[in-house]
């Protein structure tokens, strides 16, 4: 039922993650990702075989199997197409900034939506029923994901939203050499994930604020 509730929570994450995106630059005249139908809910045109399935399942088994425990559910979906362009002559700068934090505000507030249940539910007990576990887990695993996924996304790492919302600021302040470096260190934007992930710097880098946001959303 953890393994089930997680799955369900990784998907209902990433997937609006991606749809936020483009309904916000929808908002601003681009109809790239309505045109290829990538506002829909339907789970399936939105998996990666990469980021939906293999590297949950690496960063959720492998700890497992190393004796750590249960690792932690990361992923993403496919990503939503958008054109920028229109995007920024419609909106300007702001609009694409608008456009880049989408996806993490609406990770933030899933999050803290399903915290207020969270802290309402008491903890089940052996005899509970089956339906009220796995709701107690699901929303536990709605909290927790949408908590990593949206601190993750605001990290300044090439091709994460992060990285964007400071290359289109960058843009508006007259920056533009900062965007630049962004744009050419694109390419290294995996590599230098999996350095994080594999590394001791996860731990000060992405898993203690995401104890601090969990704590401050369940205090």
Not at 7 to 26: D, Q, R, S
Not at 44 to 72: A, Q, S, W
Not at 146 to 170: C, E, K, R, T, Y
């Amino acid at each position: 039922m953890r393994i089930a509730a997680a799955v369900i929570a990784l998907a209902v994450a990433i997937i609006g993650h991606e749809i936020m995106h483009g309904w916000v630059a929808y908002r601003y005249g681009d109809t790239t990702a309505k045109n290829a139908g990538r506002l829909s809910i339907n789970p399936l045109i939105h998996i990666d075989p990469v980021g939906t399935i293999l590297v949950p399942l690496l960063m959720y088994f492998i700890p497992m199997l190393l004796g750590m425990g249960g690792g932690i559910l990361f992923g993403w979906a496919k990503p939503v197409p958008i054109n920028m362009r229109t995007v920024i002559n419609n909106g300007g700068y702001n609009a694409a900034m608008q456009v880049s934090l989408a996806g993490i505000a609406y990770n933030f507030a899933l999050a803290a939506l399903f915290s207020v249940f969270l802290t309402s539910m008491p903890a089940p007990l052996q005899g509970d029923s089956l339906l009220y576990i796995f709701a107690y887990l699901l929303v536990m695993q709605l909290v927790i994901i949408n908590v990593v996924l949206g601190v993750f996304n605001l990290l300044p790492i090439p091709q994460f939203d992060g990285a964007h919302f400071i290359m289109f600021l960058s843009m508006k302040l007259g920056y533009r050499n900062i965007a630049m470096w962004f744009e050419k260190m694109e390419p290294y934007g995996m590599m230098i994930v999996i350095i994080l992930l594999i590394t001791p710097l996860s731990e000060y880098i992405l898993f203690m604020p995401v104890q601090y946001v969990l704590r401050l959303l369940l205090s």
